[in-house]
């Protein structure tokens, strides 16, 4: 899968109730929306070894951990608005790290499922390519690389936006990954059937940081998912 989140996605996971399994932020935004599209491809995993990235106060990793084993992958030193102090969730074992740095803390073929919401957007463009090669070499053969990921859209592709957008689409044409479900092949542009973040939040996220407020003004703030899958080596 690699492809916006979507209006008719979102209201059907509302139908099936996918909104009373996790806990909802406090107040509804664009995590709310990506929560719910992540939880929906992970639901029925059991007898997993899973680990989010960047989990903070994680609203997924609770409900796993009933039937999985479960990490958060989190130095908890308040990075991009996260938490800056460290969080404890009944049944989740936090490894301090940063995916990407090599610390150790994920051995090779360690994990079913590699997972993150509102993350990646945040690592820096030289850094991407460690992201995916740590992350890719901690899954197990057949293991999931599952990502919701922030992207700003305007009604005309953007140097910034397409920069990001390619190099995430890049992750497609690695050796080990294949892609699960849809792969989207249009322009990098919103459209009225995309989920998106409310405008009251994107001013008040406006008036925390001051320098993005004409980008809200005139874009809209959606999200892509990929799903991934490593292949089995021979």
Same mark, same amino acid.
């Given at each position: 899968?690699?492809? %916006?989140?979507? #209006? +008719?996605?979102?209201?059907? $996971?509302?139908?099936?109730? @996918?909104?009373? !399994?996790?806990?909802? &932020?406090? *107040? %509804?935004?664009? #995590? +709310?929306?990506?929560?719910? $599209?992540?939880?929906?491809? @992970?639901?029925? !995993?059991?007898?997993? &070894?899973? *680990? ?183």
């Amino acid at each position: 899968m690699f492809d %916006f989140i979507r #209006k +008719s996605y979102l209201w059907d $996971a509302w139908d099936r109730g @996918l909104n009373k !399994a996790v806990s909802e &932020t406090e *107040a %509804f935004h664009l #995590k +709310s929306i990506q929560d719910l $599209a992540v939880f929906d491809q @992970l639901k029925d !995993a059991e007898q997993k &070894t899973i *680990a989010e990235i960047g989990g903070g106060k994680s609203r997924i990793l609770p409900v796993l951990a009933k039937k999985n084993t479960c990490f958060n992958v989190e130095k908890f030193e308040g990075v991009d608005g996260g938490p800056n102090r460290e969080i404890r969730v009944r049944n989740v074992k936090n490894l301090h790290a940063f995916l990407g740095e090599r610390t150790g803390l994920l051995p090779k073929q360690s994990f079913d499922i590699l997972f993150s919401v509102s993350v990646v957007e945040h690592v820096p463009s030289p850094k991407l390519t460690d992201f995916l090669d740590e992350g890719v070499d901690a899954l197990k053969d057949g293991g999931l690389w599952l990502h919701a990921i922030d992207l700003y859209l305007s009604d005309e592709p953007t140097p910034e936006a397409r920069h990001r957008y390619d190099a995430y689409r890049a992750w497609l044409d690695h050796p080990d990954l294949e892609p699960v479900g849809a792969i989207y092949d249009g322009p990098v542009v919103f459209t009225c059937d995309m989920a998106s973040n409310p405008d009251n939040i994107m001013y008040q996220w406006g008036r925390v940081a001051p320098a993005l407020i004409e980008k809200r003004q005139r874009s809209q703030s959606v999200s892509l998912l990929v799903a991934l899958r490593k292949t089995a080596r021979a």
